[in-house]
């Protein structure tokens, strides 16, 4: 048998949602660049599960959907209150709190097409109140409710401070869900793939993703990116800390990535507003000791940065917390998991591959008493 480590390079489905083709990433053909410059998340999310662009009527449509569905219901808010709230981590208490929202969906086991879309809808609208009812809860304070006039960059940032955000954020908050939407079959994806290929439910594949994405090598990174720039501290440290890291063999986070070689073209977006929103908060070190670190590791290993790189310094400006990072991306990635999982429904096969056994050969059976103490 021939090994493939980590599925590198292995084609394991075809898919129309996105594309990433020397370096250049699409959604259903449009680049990533037009899309972040010109459309709302909301717009992007239409064009993932249904193909096109929305038109005018569609997407109003579909942000009434979306604003209508918001609303947790009782029982998951509840339930935040049970978990041991200074110990959880929020992408834990995402990945939980999804697992329970299907438990009070009367639709979570039916499997007709129109009933998983309605789930989608479902799904996608109340991803943001999740995050921000626990990021409130787990600090005594009450969940903000949605607004049903704000869009959904504005609501989102609405729900986790109770204050209506500045357009700046706004921008910042829409581009960057813009930029996580979909990424092909990244590992939190196919995941998802995987669980809904056995025909299991909606509810089930965005938890198994949940929990790919929550990983360091994959969303994570964002978090620890955070955390290696707040333990380096200043722009003097960047390069003795970077070279020691490098020459320990350490991976740098929020470097490197499986697919794109010459970079990824959505962190350039994220240093832009990282420039524009740490000099706003008269933090300015934050991109500086960023653009230091790039530097340095593209110089030394030839390793850009990833989309998880300048977006831990982006929504440090806007004031979230460090361990929300990850759950912002789940905000945006959910998109196209629910894109990924519909498509998956549409053309269905078991996903179920092959393991080389490298252990021992055959033996024999030895009875519990005649094994030795
Ligand atoms: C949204 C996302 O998921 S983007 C990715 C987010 N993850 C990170 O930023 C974590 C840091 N990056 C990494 O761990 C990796 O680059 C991954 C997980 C993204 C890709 O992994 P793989 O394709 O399996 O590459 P792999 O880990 O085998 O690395 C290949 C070589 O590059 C090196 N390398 C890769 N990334 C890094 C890094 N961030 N820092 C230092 N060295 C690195 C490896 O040490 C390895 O070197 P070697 O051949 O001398 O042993
Ligand atoms: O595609 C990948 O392997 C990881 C990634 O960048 C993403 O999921 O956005």
């Given amino acids: 048998m021939t090994v493939t480590r ?18 250049t990433l699409t ?11 010109n459309a709302s998340f909301e717009e992007v999310i239409y064009l993932l599960w249904h193909r096109k662009l929305p038109t005018a009527a569609e997407l109003e449509e579909l942000k009434t959907q979306l604003a209508e569905n918001a609303a947790l219901p009782k029982e998951v808010l509840e339930h935040f209150k049970m978990y041991p709230i200074d110990k959880v981590h929020p992408m834990a208490a995402l990945r939980s709190a999804v ?11 039916v499997m007709e097409k129109e009933a998983n879309y309605r789930k989608a809808v479902r799904l996608q609208a109340k991803m943001p109140a999740i995050v921000a009812a626990f990021a409130r809860v787990r600090k005594g304070l009450e ?24 357009q700046i954020a706004v921008e910042a908050m829409n581009k960057a869900l813009v930029l996580h939407a979909d990424h092909e079959l990244n590992a939190s994806t196919f995941t998802a793939r995987v669980c809904v290929a056995t025909l299991s439910d909606v509810y089930s594949g965005v ?19 955070m955390k290696m720039l707040t333990e380096i501290g200043t722009l003097e440290n960047v390069e003795p800390s970077i070279r020691q890291k490098l020459a320990n063999k350490e991976k740098i986070m929020g470097f490197g990535h499986r697919v794109y070689r010459q970079g990824d073209p959505r962190a350039k977006h994220l ?34 940065p990833n989309v998880d790189f300048y977006s831990a310094s982006v929504y440090h400006s806007l004031g979230i917390d460090h361990d929300l990072f990850t759950p912002i991306f789940a905000v945006s990635r959910v998109s196209g998991w629910l ?35």
């Fill in 27 to 37: 959604y259903v053909g449009y680049d990533i660049d037009d899309l972040t410059e």
């Fill in 143 to 166: 969940p903000v409710p949605p607004r049903e006039d704000l869009n959904f960059a504005a609501n989102f940032l609405y729900m986790l401070t109770g204050e209506e955000p500045e």
């Fill in 99 to 109: 697992s329970l929202l299907g438990l009070y969906d009367d639709e979570a086991d």
């Fill in 207 to 225: 938890t198994a993703a949940l929990g790919a994405l929550k990983g360091p090598l994959h969303g994570g990174a964002n978090e620890a990116v």
């Fill in 6 to 23: 980590g599925l590198e390079g292995v084609v394991a489905t075809t898919s129309s949602i996105s594309s990433i083709i020397d370096d």
């Fill in 271 to 304: 240093r832009e507003m990282s420039k524009r929103l740490t000099v706003l908060t008269g933090e300015p070190h934050w991109y500086d000791m960023s653009t230091k670190i790039e530097e340095i590791v593209t110089g030394e290993k030839n390793l850009p």
């Fill in 339 to 373: 894109a990924h999982i519909l498509e998956q429904y549409d053309n269905n096969r078991l996903i179920r591959p092959r393991a080389d056994y490298i252990g021992p050969g055959k033996q024999e059976y030895v009875a519990i008493e005649r094994r030795g103490i």
